[in-house]
């Protein structure tokens, strides 16, 4: 995800499957516009969401090379404000979650899973991955390849179930880079399937156009669709990535990024400067000395 914007719409669906529990037959939507924007790890969300019962929520998460923050809108038609900001790594991991559980993630779904924040790349050279099968095939004229494997989950979640174990059927697309076409993952009593579709521009692979994510649990269905449309690879400027952007101040505190390379610019050029009239006061004392 080097440079990348666009938008999505996303709706999720919770069908209750067992008649003992409120709410059968009766399926939940929520519904959520976003927009998003992405230079390199610069990267912000806007969300327009409305939830189960209706209300209506408009925020915008973002994290630039300086701050992770938090910006609700004062009601549908109100004035941004800031809910969190921080410059210390807590904030800026705490904005990355939140950028990942509310969408940012499902880009990285071309070449990655789910349940893991790795590519797939880095789970089959992984320690405790296992290859269960491999086979090739054709569908709708395309060539490709189903790979089933179990894999341990990441660092953060091997600690705390060491024997945990996904068992994973990829299918892949070797003509267009290795991208993900389906997964079906089955582990902890869920069976969870996830396809995607893509745009037909060759340049353009990884470039989402549908994705479709569907949990099956013990009592409910989890259905989650998002379509994507006007996704563009077009530099975004870093200013967009700062809370005045949105008429905003800055987050208060110690500069971490953008302001200290400038200051290590800035003290470069002093040094230059400084050995510049060093060297210039020698060759005059040479002059007068000659």
């Known amino acids: 995800m080097a440079v990348v ?6 709706t999720v669906t919770i069908e209750i499957t067992n008649r003992q529990i409120p709410g ?3 399926p939940r939507v929520r519904r959520v516009e976003e927009a998003f924007w992405v230079n390199g790890s610069a990267i912000k969300l806007f969300r327009d969401c409305r939830d189960y019962t209706g209300v209506r929520r408009i925020e915008v998460i ?5 701050y992770g923050f938090v910006a609700p809108r004062a009601g549908e038609n109100g004035a941004y404000y800031v809910k ?3 410059r210390d790594q807590r904030a800026m991991d705490d904005a990355r979650f939140r950028l990942d559980a509310f969408g940012i993630a499902d880009l990285r779904r071309p070449y990655g899973v789910d349940w893991s924040r790795r590519a797939l790349s880095e789970m089959f050279k992984s320690d405790g991955f296992v290859l269960l099968g491999c086979k090739e095939f054709v569908e709708a004229g395309r060539k490709l390849v189903e790979v089933q494997f179990e894999c341990k989950p990441d660092e953060r979640f091997a600690e705390k179930e ?9 299918v892949l697309e070797p003509r267009a880079d290795w991208r993900l076409v389906r997964c079906t993952t089955r582990g902890n009593d ?3 399937k996830l396809e995607l579709s893509y745009s037909s521009n060759s340049s353009a692979l990884a470039d989402l156009t549908r994705l479709e994510r569907r949990h099956f649990e013990k009592d409910a269905i989890y259905t989650e669709r998002v379509a994507y449309t006007n996704i563009s690879h077009q530099p975004v400027p870093m200013s967009e990535f700062y809370l005045p952007a949105l008429g905003l101040p800055d987050c208060p505190g110690a500069p971490q990024g953008r ?10 050029i002093v040094v230059g400067v400084l050995l510049y009239l060093f060297y210039q006061r020698r060759k005059r004392r040479a002059v007068r000395n000659a």
């Open 5 to 10: 914007s666009g938008s999505a719409t996303r």
């Open 24 to 26: 059968y037959g009766k």
């Open 62 to 66: 973002g994290i630039n090379a300086d």
């Open 84 to 86: 969190t900001c921080g």
């Open 162 to 170: 060491p024997s945990r174990r996904y068992h994973t059927e990829v």
């Open 190 to 192: 869920v069976l969870a």
């Open 259 to 268: 302001s200290l390379r400038l200051l290590i610019g800035g003290m470069f």
